[in-house]
């Protein structure tokens, strides 16, 4: 089983890299998807941000409401801590049950948007970063996502720069162009992990 870790900045195209990496037969391991589940009603892991938070970050269903716990974490580093050292282990735990389940030859791709900011990359066999300029994310950001440009900069501004990123990457993917691009990269990328998982 060869383990990799994708990471890449809001708005760089991440989900379309790890879309196509599947495509190709990637097991992919999503710590935000992950992250969802480990906070969903009814868990131990709601109950615990409720408890640091406070009832307002629930939404009237008993849900957490994202945006407006959004709104406290990527305004204050503080509480956007407090939050990772509840979420964090769980999505550990979680991403270690899923790639376990994997077959023995499988390529394990783990989709981890904080990958550079918790400086997780010793744990992976190989970092893909998936890398785009910063004017590109950003009208991304507003165009497809509706996001304001305030917002969408606070977004960025709370994630690792592009510098931090691109040093711990053993792979690029270069997202600054097409899809068309990005597939043909994928694609060679894909050759590459092959060989190295030994198939």
Known sequence: ???????????????????????????????????????????????????????????P???LDRERLGRIVFADEERRRALNAIVHPLVGLRSAELAD???????????VPLLAENHLQEAYEAVIVVDAAEETRLERLVRLRGMTEEDARARMAAQAGREERLK???????????????????????RELRSRAGH
């Open 1 to 59: 089983m060869l383990t990799v870790g994708l990471t890449g900045g809001i708005g760089a195209g991440k989900s379309e890299a790890v879309r196509l990496l599947a495509a190709h037969g990637a097991v992919i391991v999503d710590a935000d998807r992950i992250a969802r589940e480990v906070v969903a009603p009814g868990t131990p892991g709601l109950a615990a941000v409720a408890a640091e938070f406070g009832p307002e970050v629930l939404a």
């Open 61 to 63: 269903d008993g849900s």
């Open 101 to 111: 389940a994997a077959p023995p030859d499988a390529i394990v791709v783990h989709d």
């Open 168 to 190: 711990i990457a053993d792979h690029v993917l270069d997202n600054n162009g097409t899809v068309e691009d990005l597939e043909r990269q994928v694609e060679e990328l894909w």
